[in-house]
């Protein structure tokens, strides 16, 4: 009861699990349950490894602006709905598929939620207030809902699958000194060869990964001419072979290859 004024608490890098005892917390505004585990030979019987899961004892914890939550082991976010003062969230590294409970959070301004199992952002339409936002290592793939967050400055997209990035350039709020991070993702010719030279001439700044397999393989026919190799290729990359003095006698492309003249 003594602890009922506290404002700011940092329980991270500890071995929490069983988070009930905050409910009455009513005063924090900042608060960071981030990387907690216990070790199994430490944790109840048959709960080995445990991390924090349940997040309901937040729900009443209305003036929170601040919360950490990264590398637990939470799916269910429905407790923070009622957390509509939050300004900063941090989920990543979590086990979160559904991530409609936060369509309220409205004044979120920095939303962190890499390393889940997403695949629908449309909840995020509504959080208009977002700049910046974290959604890598997830299974996304339509990125229409991002088209209306114009107030955007850092966008992490890397590591899904993400194929056509139209919504970014209809995304009026994005210009000069934004960030879009692609990495890692199956861009189809259309976002390389358009959408992303459309994106940069609004000087966004633009992170891609494009294979450029040619310098590879002329550096390794060179160096190494009587050596069969097989490379696999990735649909919609564009090459240049260049073979240079060696006894290579033919190659097989498979048909999803696309080779520059």
């Not at 369509?103 to 339409?125: C, F, K, M, V, Y």
């Not at 060869?193 to 550096?219: A, M, S, T, W």
């Not at 390794?220 to 290579?248: C, M, Q």
Request: proline letters at 5%; charged letters at 15%.
């Amino acid at each position: 009861a003594s602890l009922t004024n506290l404002t700011w608490l940092h329980l991270g890098m500890n071995q929490v699990s069983d988070i009930s005892p905050l409910a009455s917390l009513t005063n924090l505004t900042w608060l960071s349950l981030s990387y907690n585990f216990v070790p199994p030979e430490e944790d109840a019987p048959g709960a080995a490894g445990k991390q924090v899961s349940d997040i309901s004892p937040l729900a009443s914890l209305t003036n929170l602006t601040h919360l950490g939550l990264d590398v637990n082991q939470i799916s269910d976010i429905s407790p923070l709905t009622s957390l509509t003062n939050l300004t900063w969230l941090h989920l990543s590294e979590n086990q979160i598929s559904n991530i409609s409970p936060l369509a309220s959070l409205t004044n979120l301004t920095w939303l962190h939620l890499s390393e889940n199992q997403i695949s629908d952002i449309s909840p995020l339409a509504s959080l208009t207030n977002l700049e910046w936002l974290y959604l890598q290592k997830n299974d996304i793939s339509d990125l229409s809902t991002l088209t209306g967050l114009t107030n955007l400055w850092e966008l992490h997209l890397s590591d899904n699958n993400i194929s056509d990035i139209s919504p970014l350039v209809k995304n009026s709020g994005l210009s000069q000194e934004d960030t879009v991070n692609l990495m890692n993702n199956p861009l189809g010719t259309t976002s390389v060869n358009v959408y992303i030279p459309q994106l940069e001439e609004k000087r966004v700044d633009v992170k891609y990964f494009k294979l450029h397999i040619g310098i590879v393989l002329c550096v390794y026919f060179i160096e190494h001419p009587y050596v069969s190799k097989e490379v696999e290729l990735v649909a919609g990359d564009s090459f240049t072979v260049i073979l240079g003095s060696n006894r290579t006698t033919g190659f097989q492309w498979s048909e999803s290859a696309q080779i520059d003249d």
